[in-house]
T-cell receptor, first 112, second 113 residues
Framework: DAGVIQSPRHEVTEMGQEVTLRCKPI?????LFWYRQTMMRGLELLIY????????DSGMPEDRFSAKMPNASFSTLKIQPSEPRDSAVYFC??????????FGEGSRLTVL | SQQGEEDPQALSIQEGENATMNCSYK?????LQWYRQNSGRGLVHLIL?????REKHSGRLRVTLDTSKKSSSLLITASRAADTASYFC?????????????FGQGTELSVKP
């Protein structure tokens, strides 16, 4: 398997623009997580899905953030409108059942 | 909010020495996991210890868990320069059957050749 695939790897955008981050989990995995990593706040859990259903989105910062998982092989994290404080590395991770997480390489977002 | 708190925040040792990192958490857990992150990369799973286990080994890694103190430690023996990375503990709460995984702030380990 190719592992968890995230795109884009790097995104530079201007404040106010819409940003869409994409994730393809490992085939057969039933959990998908979105995390955000910054120097100040560390690794924060934004939302996680089980069998394509959002289970806990309490970490989503505000209404500007939304996440979807239309099927078992694809998820998106959208920020609209983006702000400079959203600049971070966004990680997607998946797992099968309760156990280890497999992380993608991350999407580095810079909002100017 | 973060569940795990790690100590120390940064650790610098010589090759061949042992490195010990500690993790404390706040609520009841299903399991605790340790991950490694090289600069600019995603996290990689190292080891998982369940709440009913006290110690686990994997190669040069030794993990202990003390649920009465809500703490865990990761020991890397005979460290190598290639072990230089950030190390994170992550806790799976028992309140949602271990579904949610929360990470600590991490320990930055530097191993000098």
């Amino acid at each position: 398997d190719a592992g968890v695939i995230q795109s884009p790897r790097h995104e530079v955008t201007e404040m106010g623009q819409e940003v869409t981050l994409r994730c393809k989990p490992i085939s057969g995995h039933d959990y998908l997580f979105w995390y955000r990593q910054t120097m100040m706040r560390g690794l924060e859990l934004l939302i996680y899905f089980n069998n394509n259903v959002p289970i806990d989105d309490s970490g989503m910062p505000e209404d500007r953030f939304s996440a979807k998982m239309p099927n078992a092989s694809f998820s998106t994290l959208k920020i609209q409108p983006s702000e400079p404080r959203d600049s971070a590395v966004y990680f997607c991770a998946s797992r099968g059942g309760i156990g280890e997480l497999f992380f993608g390489e991350g999407s580095r977002l810079t909002v100017l | 909010s973060q569940q795990g708190e790690e100590d120390p925040q940064a650790l610098s040792i010589q090759e061949g020495e042992n490195a010990t990192m500690n993790c404390s958490y706040k609520t009841s857990i299903n399991n605790l996991q340790w991950y490694r992150q090289n600069s600019g990369r995603g996290l990689v799973h190292l080891i998982l210890i369940r709440s009913n286990e006290r110690e686990k080994h994997s190669g040069r890694l030794r993990v202990t868990l003390d649920t009465s103190k809500k703490s865990s430690s990761l020991l890397i023996t005979a460290s190598r320069a290639a072990d230089t990375a950030s190390y994170f503990c992550a806790t799976a709460s028992s309140y949602n059957q271990g579904g949610k995984l929360i990470f600590g702030q991490g320990t930055e380990l530097s191993v000098k050749p």
